[in-house]
């Protein structure tokens, strides 16, 4: 793996530090054997050829020639190709830099970009990148900076609001740990004072870092995590509400109707009365 310091000043007037890791071209025919994983860093990963089905934080996203998705440090993702046809992509990954799709500020797993208006561009600076970052000639370090900054960029003037690039906060790590095992953990108990044992964090810090990271608290997240889950259980099975609340976690049924209403608008009985309208079947 090849590691090439840079500083972009080219998306706003902070710089930032960062390091070219790989450029990477895959070719598949039918051989892909993709498992759910996360990197560190960042990474680029644009569509040459075929379609591909990629599934991060639980979010599927289909992607088509010309698609880059940028995949922040940390986010767990994985993809599958759509259908049987062949498959080409390259990926780059970079280190000490974090995406942020739609400038708000909030944590976001990835950002997707169309770029098949500019595709021509795009396509021959990576063909730059690949060939500097193989050949390693005179100057491919320098070659290879300007390949990437190029892109991003192209990508900015595509996308003016829709991408900001900044480094990542200090906490991006922890609450991106913290988040994954709230998705895998949320039908148990957990406390706020549990988080912050394994993230090792102060738990008021956390709280505080957790919703500059994902836009809402630690336990707001986990009680949208159980509702969501809820629903899907009130809309395809016949189980009582009472086993459904302790199913996904909450540890009595009034908390859970309570949060459950907050959440959608009506009560765990009128959501799978309206669901079930709606699918014309009869309670």
């Not at 440090?73 to 280190?95: F, L, N, R």
Request: proline share 4%.
């Amino acid at each position: 793996m090849s590691n090439i310091p840079f500083t972009l000043r080219t998306l706003g007037s902070n710089s930032v530090s960062a390091s070219l890791l790989y450029a990477s071209s895959s070719h598949y025919e039918g051989d892909w054997n993709g498992a759910p994983h996360s990197h560190s860093f960042a990474e680029f990963f644009y569509v040459l050829r075929g379609e591909i089905d990629f599934l991060s934080e639980g979010e599927s996203h289909s992607l088509r020639e010309d698609d880059l998705i940028v995949i922040n440090p940390d986010a767990g993702h994985t993809e599958q190709p759509h259908g049987t046809g062949i498959v080409e992509y390259v990926s780059v990954g970079v280190e000490g830099i974090y995406l942020d799709p739609s400038g708000s500020g909030t944590w976001s797993s990835c950002g997707i970009f169309h770029c098949r208006t500019i595709r021509s561009e795009i396509r021959f600076f990576l063909r730059l990148l690949l060939t500097e970052m193989e050949t390693q000639q005179p100057y491919y370090e320098k070659l290879s900076q300007y390949a990437f900054q190029s892109i991003l960029l192209l990508i900015k003037r595509l996308h003016p609001q829709e991408l900001s690039i900044h480094a990542p906060k200090r906490t991006a790590r922890e609450c991106s740990a913290v988040k994954r095992y709230i998705d895998d953990n949320f039908r148990h108990p957990i406390s706020l004072d549990h988080l912050a044992e394994i993230s090792r964090l102060n738990k008021y810090y956390l709280a505080h870092a957790f919703r500059e990271y994902i836009g809402m608290s630690p336990i707001n997240y986990l009680n949208a995590r159980r509702v969501e889950e809820a629903c899907a259980l009130l809309r395809d099975t016949s189980h009582p509400i009472s086993q459904i609340a302790g199913t996904v976690g909450f540890s009595s049924q009034s908390y859970f109707a309570q949060v459950f209403q907050k959440a959608v608008g009506e009560s765990p009985g009128e959501y799978r009365k309206r669901i079930r309208r709606e699918q014309g079947t009869k309670e």
